[in-house]
């Protein structure tokens, strides 16, 4: 029977620590609030999505800090273990495993106007058999989302991350893994200012993304002095 679960990644908002490449134009206390608004539309968007989130949080002391920022007591916490992004990502998908989840979704929080159809294809794809692992590319080479039937060891070995290689590598694992692979539609994170332009233009254009992003909306609006016109 299927239990579905969605991972969250995230850091703590801690200025210095998050959304660092958006310095400047924006301040390190500005990079930390947005990066709250991310996570805070991310997960109430998820929420929505599928019964079971399951928050990874680092730093080891920055559970209390997010607990408070998303205001909900039927999260599942754990905290992210590993030397790199592979490691955590296998610490975190074998934990919900052992939980007796299946399939499991992973995402970041970079993505706050992602379309829920995307998660909910990803859902679907897995809890019917039809694929044994779902990839949500990026625009810069990387993916926005992951999720798995089954805990398959390697899938996250040997791969460039934070590179524009970390999809096809971890897609090209899949494939010596055998494992069939489902591609979702191609996404977009946002880590420079020319993304945060992009997700500005994206949120003043339409309303449904304003409406999966309602608190980096408002924050983009209450500071938009802060953001230069264009790239």
């Given at each position: 029977m299927s239990r579905p679960a969605c991972i969250v990644l995230v850091k703590a908002p801690r200025a210095g620590a998050v959304k660092t490449r958006l310095v400047p134009p924006l301040t390190s206390d500005e990079a930390a609030g947005l990066a709250a608004c991310f996570a805070q539309d991310t997960v109430a968007g998820l929420r929505r999505v599928v019964p079971q989130l399951i928050v990874a949080y680092a730093p080891p002391d920055g559970r209390?800090?997010?607990?408070?920022?998303?205001?909900a007591d039927?999260?599942?916490?754990?905290?992210?273990?590993?030397?790199?992004l592979g490691a955590r990502l296998m610490a975190a998908?074998?934990?919900?495993?052992?939980?007796?989840?299946?399939?499991v979704?992973?995402?970041?929080?970079?993505?706050?106007?992602?379309p829920a159809s995307f998660v909910r294809q990803a859902v679907a794809a897995l809890s019917t058999a039809q694929a044994d692992i779902a990839l949500g590319p990026t625009d810069d080479g990387g993916y926005y989302l992951v999720g798995l039937r089954r805990a398959s060891r390697g899938l996250f070995q040997n791969v460039a991350w934070s590179t524009p290689?970390?999809?096809?590598h971890t897609a090209r694992n899949a494939a010596r893994l055998g494992l069939r692979t489902l591609e979702l539609p191609r996404w977009?994170?946002?880590?420079?200012c020319a993304d945060l332009l992009r997700l500005r233009e994206?949120?003043?254009?339409?309303e449904e993304a304003r409406l999966r992003a309602p608190a980096t909306h408002r924050w983009l609006l209450a500071h938009a002095s802060s953001l230069p016109a264009s790239a």
């Amino acid at each position: 029977m299927s239990r579905p679960a969605c991972i969250v990644l995230v850091k703590a908002p801690r200025a210095g620590a998050v959304k660092t490449r958006l310095v400047p134009p924006l301040t390190s206390d500005e990079a930390a609030g947005l990066a709250a608004c991310f996570a805070q539309d991310t997960v109430a968007g998820l929420r929505r999505v599928v019964p079971q989130l399951i928050v990874a949080y680092a730093p080891p002391d920055g559970r209390d800090t997010l607990e408070a920022l998303f205001a909900a007591d039927d999260l599942c916490w754990f905290e992210q273990q590993g030397a790199d992004l592979g490691a955590r990502l296998m610490a975190a998908v074998s934990h919900a495993f052992r939980l007796g989840h299946s399939p499991v979704i992973v995402t970041g929080t970079d993505s706050p106007t992602l379309p829920a159809s995307f998660v909910r294809q990803a859902v679907a794809a897995l809890s019917t058999a039809q694929a044994d692992i779902a990839l949500g590319p990026t625009d810069d080479g990387g993916y926005y989302l992951v999720g798995l039937r089954r805990a398959s060891r390697g899938l996250f070995q040997n791969v460039a991350w934070s590179t524009p290689l970390a999809y096809l590598h971890t897609a090209r694992n899949a494939a010596r893994l055998g494992l069939r692979t489902l591609e979702l539609p191609r996404w977009y994170d946002v880590d420079t200012c020319a993304d945060l332009l992009r997700l500005r233009e994206e949120l003043s254009a339409n309303e449904e993304a304003r409406l999966r992003a309602p608190a980096t909306h408002r924050w983009l609006l209450a500071h938009a002095s802060s953001l230069p016109a264009s790239a």
